[in-house]
C-alpha cells in the first residue's frame, strides 16, 4: 500500500471525522445529553427568529380524521376484509374506521377553533399561533383551521414505530420532528397561552395530564384548559371520584372547563383573559428554569 494510500484510509476512517458530523458517534447512548438539548435549542431558534412567543395548544386523537378522509379509510378496509375475511387484523381495523365515523365532528370542531384562533388571537398584547403535534386526525383540524385563515401554525412531530408524516397544512418553515418525548413536550407548554383538548387515547392524556400537573404545582401560570366533548371526558373518566378518595382537591376541577363548538371554547379562552389580563413580566413559562 502507498503513502498516499495509506493517507486516504485514514481520512476515510470514521475516527477522522468531525464529530457533529459523524452520525453514528451522534446516535451513541453517551451522547444522548447533547440530543436532548439539541431538539430543545433548534425549534427555540426557529421560533425566535420568526417571532413566536405565544401559543395556542391543541391536543387530540390521530385517529378522529374527517369525514372524507373516514369514508376513504372505511372503503379502504372494506376491500381488504373481502379479500380476506379471515385476516382479524383487518378485521379489527374495519371495526375501529366504524366507530370512529361518529365522531368525524371533532375533526370539524378543531378546524372551525384554529380558524377563529388565528383570526382573532391577540392575548394581552401578543399574537398567539396555533401548535399541535403536526400529525394527521385532529391535529390536522387544527393546522387546517390556520391555515384557512391565512395564519401560520406548528408542527410538533414525533418519530414513533407506526411511522406518520407531517399533515399538509403545518407551516414549512415551522414543522419540527423530535425523538424525545419529554422535549416535545416542553415544546407544547413554554409558550403556551391556552390550551384545547380533545377526545383522543394515551398521548393525548398524557399531554393533558402533564400540563395539569405543571399548574397544580405552581411550576406553570394558570392558563384556560378547554375539554372539547363532555360526554366523552365524562365517560372515560371521573375526576369527582379522585376527590373522593382525597388524592386531588376539589379545587383542581376547576383547572379547565368544557366546550361543544370552536366558538365556545374561544370565548372561555377570550373571558379568562379578560378577567386576568396577561403580566408582562412574566413569560408564563415555569416558575424554575
Avoid at 395564519?151 to 415551522?174: C, D, F, H, R
Avoid at 386576568?276 to 408564563?284: A, E, S, T
Amino acid at each position: 500500500m502507498t503513502k498516499k494510500d495509506m493517507v486516504l484510509k485514514l481520512r476515510n476512517a470514521r475516527a477522522f471525522k468531525k464529530a457533529y458530523a459523524d452520525n453514528v458517534f451522534m446516535s451513541t447512548p453517551e451522547l444522548r445529553p447533547l440530543r436532548l438539548q439539541l431538539e430543545l435549542l433548534k425549534p427555540e431558534v426557529y421560533l425566535k427568529k420568526y417571532g413566536i412567543e405565544s401559543t395556542i395548544v391543541l391536543f387530540g386523537s390521530a385517529r378522529l380524521c374527517s369525514k372524507e378522509d373516514g369514508l376513504v379509510n372505511i372503503k379502504e378496509m372494506e376491500k381488504k376484509v373481502k379479500k380476506e375475511p379471515k385476516n382479524k387484523e383487518f378485521k379489527d381495523k374495519l371495526e375501529a374506521a366504524k366507530a370512529v365515523s361518529k365522531y368525524y365532528k371533532y375533526y370539524d370542531i378543531a378546524r372551525d377553533f384554529s380558524r377563529l384562533a388565528s383570526e382573532k388571537s391577540c392575548l394581552g398584547g401578543s399574537k398567539s399561533i396555533i401548535v399541535t403535534g403536526g400529525g394527521p386526525g385532529i391535529m390536522e383540524g387544527g393546522n387546517r383551521g390556520a391555515y384557512d385563515a391565512g395564519a401560520k401554525s406548528i408542527g410538533l412531530n414525533i418519530t414513533l414505530p407506526m411511522e406518520q408524516g407531517p399533515n399538509p397544512y403545518v407551516s414549512p418553515e415551522l414543522c419540527f420532528r423530535f425523538h424525545y418525548f419529554a422535549v416535545r413536550k416542553m415544546h407544547f407548554v413554554m409558550r403556551s397561552k391556552a390550551l384545547v383538548v380533545f377526545p383522543g387515547g394515551f398521548g393525548t392524556f398524557d399531554e393533558f395530564f402533564e400540563v395539569l400537573t405543571l399548574i397544580q404545582t405552581g411550576k406553570k401560570s394558570a392558563l384556560p384548559i378547554v375539554l372539547i366533548g363532555k360526554k366523552f371526558w365524562n365517560d372515560v373518566f371521573n375526576l369527582k371520584n379522585l376527590v373522593k378518595y382525597g388524592v386531588i382537591s376539589k379545587t383542581d376541577i376547576d383547572l379547565f372547563k368544557y366546550a361543544e363548538s370552536g366558538q365556545e371554547a374561544w370565548d372561555i379562552i377570550a373571558d379568562f383573559y379578560a378577567k386576568n389580563p396577561i403580566d408582562k413580566n412574566r413569560d408564563g413559562d415555569e416558575t424554575e428554569d
